[in-house]
């Protein structure tokens, strides 16, 4: 479909620290060469108004999903194990730190 | 040669060669081979034009007769302008570009990164806050000469042709005259000679990564610090300086 | 924004006939309705992911062909300051490009693919950029006008039901916020400053008025997209309400600039508080649209100059890229 595909740069998705003591947080994506030069695209796209203390770059292709389709199966069964959550347990209010 | 004088005259060389290069780059915005590298490119404009503010500002105020950056930037002839003769020529093409970028780059971070430890506050407060960006600007650039310099048979040809072509206008970088002497012996100023040798170790370490053949020194233009110009800067400044020549006393 | 790998579950063979499934549109619908937020793997009707693709594509292109009039006066700044702020504003357009590429790709389309057709001519921009910067005043017009006329637009495009196009526009809404201000501050000191620079001020209004007025888009009555984009909550606001809504909030910023709007039938009325206008000329706007704009033709042979002249550095970058891959296969052979 592409007029030329061999000099055609992969995708890559950014992913910026804000500050530190931050996750990492996805912010987007953009094409470059490699590794060295997405790094270098996305401090000039993603961090122009000093958004970001540090930045990782992921080959797009090397992402692995859950598939949405099987979004109830994978993540329903979680939500009725309500015993994870502290607030499942009654402890009489007189009982303190805990 | 006064100090004062001097160190005016040696801000205009800086600021000018900032002004002039960043002008340069800035003609590429909305015209970059790809998207990403327009975007950097504009940051590199934006940081040298940000650099000659700075430092033209400070010129000014040196020279305390009124002027101010704007006045200095827009309002003097070509044969006042002090830039190094590297940072008016022609962009060319993608190679040229990056070739010019990167010699000026190499030779730019090891004289801040010395300016930063001048013994002129001001001077040294810009050069501080322009290293950062000068270092950026090298990796930046000289990533690109590795790449073009090792792609495809068609950039090697590009990039060898550009550093043909723009070598002679690198002796000037390390040019030292009067002005210089005068402020080097007052510390204001760095001596040029291990600022060369760390730019000529730079310069060959990265045309070694490229496969690029570091051309041989022979004879060096010059003229750039005594107003000498080449035709392509009265162009320029044509263009950059029209509307504060064609409506005088306007502000903006 | 995910890949177009990640995508492709979206657009296989059993998609189509799904996509005739009542019951899936319907399910569709309602998560629409529930204000769910639709991600790029998510299974979407072919139109919606057909509307979106042309829609952000269209949008995409808008900020790269954007950078040409604006880019056109970089070099003739008045003052480095106004040099620093056009270079930033104008190096934004190209980053706002970029997020909605990216936001397209999401979709399962190339940013290659969409390029192309931008420079074979196929596909549509906003049509002020088809206008030429005449004057430096131009540049205030364009931020406080153009600008402003996209703020309106892309404001309710940051609760689009697509979530990676939603993200865009929050980003991008988030750093245009200072693109408009510099439009308006720059005509503002042209209007205070000499006569010969508030005529040219007056001169860029004269201009630029009805080409904003424009942006918005055909009337209601005549837009084809429109009810089926605003179930699927894309387009959330139509096209009449928004251009409304920017001409009362622009016209008494025009007059405090002390300029004239170049329409007699401005007004007021007093009873709504909306300021009526006349009569858009929309045989102007088709023409422009199918390509008979003053610089339609150069917009586009400037983008193709660009990426023609591209080639080589895109091909060299891929080819080292390709050779140090290969290396480190050998040497891990090894």
């Known amino acids: 479909m592409t007029t030329e595909n061999r000099a055609d740069w992969p995708l890559y998705e950014v992913f910026v620290r804000s500050r530190n003591g931050l996750a990492h947080r996805h912010v987007g994506s953009l094409h470059a060469i490699d590794g060295t030069m997405a790094v270098e695209m996305a401090r000039d796209v993603y961090c122009r108004r000093a958004e970001g203390v540090s930045v990782w770059v992921v080959p797009s292709a090397s992402i692995v999903a859950s598939d949405p389709a099987q979004k109830e199966s994978m993540f329903e069964p979680m939500v009725s194990k309500v015993y994870r959550h502290p607030t499942f347990y009654e402890i009489p209010p007189d009982v303190k730190n805990i | 040669m006064e100090r004062r004088a001097a160190l005016f005259e040696y801000l205009l060389r800086l600021g000018d060669s900032c002004l002039v290069l960043g002008h340069r780059v800035s003609e590429w915005c909305g015209h970059a081979p790809e998207l990403e590298e327009d975007i950097a490119l504009a940051n590199v404009a934006l940081d040298l034009t940000g650099q000659a503010d700075m430092l033209l500002g400070y010129a000014a105020r040196i020279e305390g007769k009124g002027r101010d950056a704007d006045a200095l930037a827009f309002l003097r002839d070509a044969w006042d302008f002090r830039n190094l003769l590297l940072c008016e020529r022609a962009n060319g093409d993608f190679a040229h570009t990056i070739v010019r970028q990167f010699l000026f780059d190499a030779w730019q971070a090891e004289l801040y990164a010395a300016l930063a430890r001048s013994t002129d506050a001001g001077l040294a407060g810009i050069a501080a806050k322009g290293v950062k960006e000068a270092q950026y600007h090298l990796r930046h650039s000289g990533e690109w000469v590795v790449r073009l310099g090792d792609g495809t048979d068609e950039s090697h040809a590009r990039a060898q042709a550009a550093l043909d072509e723009f070598w002679p206008f690198t002796g000037e970088m390390f040019e030292t005259d009067a002005v210089a002497t005068e402020l080097i012996a007052a510390g204001i100023a760095p001596d040029m000679t291990p600022v060369e040798a760390a730019w000529m170790r730079t310069v060959d370490d990265v045309l070694a990564q490229a496969t690029l053949a570091r051309p041989k020194s022979g004879w060096m233009q010059t003229g750039g610090s005594k107003g000498r110009h080449g035709e392509e800067l009265g162009h320029l400044l044509a263009t950059m300086q029209f509307l504060p020549r064609a409506y005088p006393g306007a502000k903006w | ?334």
């Open chain 3, 1 to 334: 924004m995910y890949t177009q790998g990640l995508d492709q579950r979206g657009d296989n063979a059993a998609a189509p006939a799904r996509a005739d499934d009542p019951a899936a549109l319907a399910a569709f619908q309602a998560r629409i309705d529930r204000e769910e937020k639709i991600e790029p793997n998510d299974w979407m009707p072919q139109g919606y992911r057909r509307t979106l693709v042309r829609q952000i594509s269209q949008h995409a292109h808008s900020e790269i062909v954007g950078m040409l009039p604006e880019g056109n006066w970089i070099t003739r700044a008045p003052s480095l300051r106004r040099k620093m702020i056009l270079l930033a504003k104008v190096q934004d357009e190209g980053g706002h490009g970029l997020y909605l590429y990216s936001a397209a790709e999401t979709l399962g389309v190339s940013r290659a693919e969409l390029v192309g057709q931008l420079l074979a001519g196929k596909a549509k921009y906003s049509s002020i950029f088809n206008y030429p910067t005449l004057t430096w005043a131009d540049i205030g017009a364009i931020g406080w006008l153009v600008d402003g006329a996209a703020i309106m637009n892309q404001v309710p495009l940051c609760r689009c039901s697509y979530g990676p196009y939603a993200r865009a526009m929050i980003r991008i809404c988030r750093e245009e916020s200072f693109h408009q201000r510099q439009g308006y501050e720059l005509m503002l000191k042209l209007a205070r400053g000499t006569p010969d620079q508030k005529r040219m001020a007056q001169n860029a209004l004269d201009r630029w008025w009805w080409p904003s007025l424009m942006m918005f888009g055909p009337s209601d009555r005549d837009s084809v997209h429109s009810s089926q984009n605003a179930a699927w909550k894309i387009k959330r606001v139509s096209n009449d309400e928004l251009r409304q809504k920017f001409v009362d909030v622009t016209v008494p910023q025009g007059h405090f600039l002390g300029l004239t709007f170049p329409d007699p039938d401005l007004k007021l009325d007093e009873g709504t508080g909306h300021w009526n206008h006349g009569p858009i000329d929309w045989a102007e706007f088709n023409r422009v649209v199918a390509g008979d704009g003053q610089c339609n033709r150069d917009r586009l042979a400037a983008r193709r100059k660009a990426h023609a002249e591209g080639a080589w550095v895109r091909e060299a970058a891929a080819a080292f890229a390709a050779k140090r891959a290969h290396a480190r296969a050998a040497k891990a052979a090894e």
